[in-house]
């Protein structure tokens, strides 16, 4: 079965130290993997996925196969930052898909 | 519309009461999901719509709990019999046909207290 384990539940770190957000996942297939990020009293939305090799609000993330990890990285992390940040590993089989996320790590950057 | 929409924003209910549960995804989207946000737990998966049909309902907790969703859009979660441990938010989030690369648009949940 697949799943999500982000050990952290809060990571404090000082303005303009760098960040990483941990996340490991365990799924026997091809997994497709994604941030997504919820912002005090907005909406869970996506922050970027592996697939795109994207670099948003200065984060990035690799996919690591070979550890299964897929950890979230800012070299300088800013106030704005401040928030909850959700792993998620997205999955098919039969035709269907599945998300799980993980149980969210709280980022708190402080000034 | 725009966004996915959510409705009530909160309810607040008695143990024992039924409650019903809105969500109104983006037009077009064909996919629906139910998530469940507690404190400390994550996001829980619920159960996954394709159109109008339901393949995966493995979140559900239990019984109590169904969903049901209409002509390819609205979809409403149904906890009958509420109980305490039901309090959490209620996300409901849509995504285009496989919901991969574009991921999933959430909407900003039901805040569900039972008392």
């Known amino acids: 079965a697949q799943r999500v384990t982000q050990p952290e539940k809060l990571l404090s770190v000082f303005k303009g130290a760098p960040v990483e957000l941990k996340c490991n996942y365990s799924?026997?297939?091809?997994?497709?993997l994604f941030w997504y990020v919820q912002y005090s009293r907005q909406r869970l939305q996506l922050l970027l996925r592996?697939?795109s090799r994207e670099s948003i609000k200065g984060f990035t993330a690799d996919l690591n196969k070979g550890e299964t990890s897929f950890h979230l990285k800012k070299p300088f992390a800013q106030e704005e930052d401040s928030a909850m940040y959700y792993c998620a590993l997205r999955t098919e089989s039969g035709g269907y898909q599945k998300v799980t996320f993980g149980t969210g790590t709280k980022l708190q950057v402080i000034p | 519309g725009a966004g996915v929409s959510q409705s009530p924003s909160n309810k607040v209910t008695e143990k024992g009461k039924d409650v019903e549960l809105r969500c109104d995804p983006i037009s077009g989207h064909t996919a629906l999901y139910w998530y469940r946000q507690s404190l400390g737990q994550g996001l829980e998966f619920l159960i996954y719509f394709q159109g109008n049909s339901a393949p995966d309902k493995s979140g559900l907790p239990s019984d109590r709990f169904s969903a049901e969703r209409t002509g390819g859009s609205v979809s409403t979660l149904t906890i009958q019999r509420t109980q305490q441990e039901d309090s959490a938010v209620y996300l409901c989030?849509?995504?285009?046909?496989?919901?991969?690369?574009?991921?999933?648009?959430f909407g900003s949940g039901t805040r569900l207290t039972v008392v």
């Open positions: 989030a849509s995504s285009r046909n496989s919901g991969g690369y574009y991921g999933y648009t």
């Open positions: 592996h697939i």
């Open positions: 799924y026997s297939g091809s997994p497709e």
